[in-house]
């Protein structure tokens, strides 16, 4: 496709549940990153992926979050023992050059 | 440290001018950016500014930036209600992950 796709766009899940949300980067782009928005706030940066590089995880909240880049493309960012602070909308980029295209998010709510 | 401030809420009629402040802390920032968000959307990079530039223009879109100040505006000329979104700055730094720091957001209602 032309541009970021997340999936799943929606997803709500029972506290302590664990939770996979799948981002597809734009072919070609170099690095890869997760940000998350919390109602009413600006993005949070989470983790950064860069080519055959060691992520940059210094944004993540806690270690039940995670996340995977397989082949230099398709991220997933795994949430375990889901909390109800964990809800929010969870947007992943990809970098060419100097600008990150976003895709949609995943907005994700935690019962 | 990193800091980018925005105010919450701004309100104009259609056919004015809209225009949307940001102060940010870090000077060592490279480039500056101004993202949309549409309610239910992703964000959507409208421009950027280059951190060595003072003005940038495209279309109804011209981008203002005071380092000295560390103060970065988006003016939007002839607003339309389809201009009603969350416009977000963010900016990005030249060392490191390169991940954005991002204001809060303004909201901006156009009103018919």
């Known amino acids: 496709g032309a541009g970021v796709s997340q999936s799943p766009s929606n997803k709500v899940t029972e506290k302590g549940k664990d939770v996979e949300l799948r981002c597809d980067p734009i072919?070609?782009?170099?690095?890869l990153y997760w940000y998350r928005q919390s109602l009413g706030q600006g993005l949070e940066f989470l983790i950064y992926?860069?080519?055959?590089?060691?992520?940059?995880k210094s944004g993540l909240p806690s270690d039940r979050f995670s996340a995977e880049r397989t082949g230099g493309s398709v991220s997933t960012l795994t949430i375990q023992r889901t909390q109800q602070e964990d809800s929010a909308v969870y947007l992943c980029?990809?970098?060419?050059?100097?600008?990150?295209?976003f895709g949609p998010g995943t907005r994700l709510t935690v019962l | 440290g990193e800091d980018v401030e925005q105010s919450l809420f701004l309100s104009v009629r259609e056919g004015d001018s809209s225009v949307i402040n940001c102060t940010y802390t870090d000077s060592s920032s490279t480039y500056l950016y101004w993202y949309k968000q549409e309610p239910g959307a992703g964000l959507q990079l409208l421009t950027y500014i280059f951190s060595n530039m003072d003005m940038k223009q495209d279309q109804r879109l011209t981008v203002l930036l005071n380092k000295k100040d560390k103060h970065l505006s988006l003016r939007i000329a002839d607003t339309q209600t389809g201009d009603s979104a969350i416009y977000f700055c963010a900016e990005k730094f030249d060392t490191g992950r390169r991940a954005l720091t991002f204001g809060s957001g303004t909201r901006l209602q156009v009103q018919p």
């Open positions: 992926f860069q080519g055959n590089s060691a992520p940059d």
């Open positions: 072919s070609g782009h170099t690095a």
């Open positions: 980029a990809s970098l060419l050059a100097d600008t990150q295209y």
